[in-house]
């Protein structure tokens, strides 16, 4: 008996609340890609999903667990961006009023979505303030539910219904890589991928900046860091969850690790080869496959696509300096 803080049996029931609610994205493949890399590669879009990435799943899935009270005294969270949006587009469709604590810094694409589904945001220093202990606070004060961006069972086992849909569309895969950030989405795809393709080995993929989960996984216990500074803004985390660090423990093969020019240069490919926007973060499983960071050659790979909320604006002067 699995003693883990989330089962396959989760990430069905969260599929099922979700169904019809958010969007089951493509799997887009690449001749291209696959010609580059001498592999089968299984793209799952989740810049594609509502409010622009995989968030949503695990946003819904939470607040629609609710109880009476706790949806009349409203919910709150702390993100960069894309949990922020997550949050606050769920409870608008819940009926649930939304706190959102945000970095001054963080994209005014992202903040602008977040304040357009209805998010009150309240701002703080990403690099002199702690996010975790304002979110609490405000919490208490407000009689606000705190669900944070990726350290709650409910929220990791939304995030693995990306995996779901992935293996139910693409069959058996040798490989499966997602971004890391806190470790919600990688610990719910592990868990799917454990219980629908076992010999399938997952792997995490991270900024060079920050890699604290990599060193997590080496060492077996969980490496605090300073926020990192990379373009990756949705893994700027300093360290992984203690629920999501437990799965990731038993059920993720490796974590590696691609810089912020990869990044670019995949953001590059996407946009003119497959057409599709991704942002730095949502980049960073399909790097690591497209720059050579783990061996893929003749094997079928699962790449999750976690988002696509960039400003357009930034991204066009990425893609220009990268060349």
């Known amino acids: 008996m699995s003693t883990l803080p989330i ?30 890399t001498g592999a089968q590669l299984f793209f799952k879009c989740e810049n594609l999903q509502r409010m622009g990435a995989f ?15 706790q949806k009349a005294g409203g919910v709150i969270t702390f993100s960069s961006g894309n949990h922020a949006q997550a949050i606050a587009l769920s409870a608008n469709l819940l009926g649930v009023k939304s706190v959102i604590v945000m970095p001054y810094d963080a994209p005014a694409v992202k903040v602008g ?9 309240v701002f703080y220093d990403r690099y002199t303030e702690d996010r975790e ?15 944070p961006p990726y350290d709650h069972a409910h929220v990791m086992a939304g995030q693995g219904t990306a995996a779901k849909e992935l293996f139910e569309e693409a ?45 997590s996984l080496q060492t077996g216990k969980i490496v605090h860091i300073d926020t990192p500074k990379t373009l990756a803004d949705g893994a700027q985390t300093q360290h992984l969850g203690n629920l999501t660090f437990e799965v990731i423990r038993e059920r993720v093969s490796e974590i590696v690790t691609v810089s912020d020019a990869e ?11 497959m057409k599709i926007v991704v942002e730095p973060t949502g980049c960073l499983a399909a790097a690591a496959v ?26 066009a002067e990425l893609v220009q300096a990268a060349g």
């Open 171 to 215: 069959g058996e895969l040798d490989l499966l890589l997602t971004p890391l950030g806190g470790g919600g989405l990688l610990s719910g795809c592990a868990t799917a991928a454990h219980a629908l393709a076992p010999a399938c080995a997952v792997i995490g993929v991270e900024p060079e900046a920050g890699n604290d989960g990599q060193r």
């Open 290 to 315: 497209l720059h050579g960071k783990v061996d893929v050659r003749g094997k079928r790979v699962g790449v999750l696509i976690s988002g696509g909320n960039v400003d357009l604006l930034r991204f």
């Open 263 to 273: 990044l670019v240069d995949t953001m590059k490919f996407f946009a003119s080869r």
């Open 133 to 147: 202990a304002l979110g609490q606070r405000l919490a208490a004060e407000r009689g606000l539910t705190l669900i």
């Open 55 to 69: 968030k949503f799943r695990g946003a819904y899935n939470a607040i629609a667990q609710f109880t009476p009270e």
């Open 7 to 36: 089962t396959f049996e989760d990430v069905v029931a969260a599929h099922d609340r979700l169904r019809g609610v958010a969007h089951r994205t493509p799997v887009l493949t690449s001749r291209t890609a696959n010609e580059r």
């Open 113 to 121: 979505a977040t304040r357009g589904y209805g998010g009150e945001i």
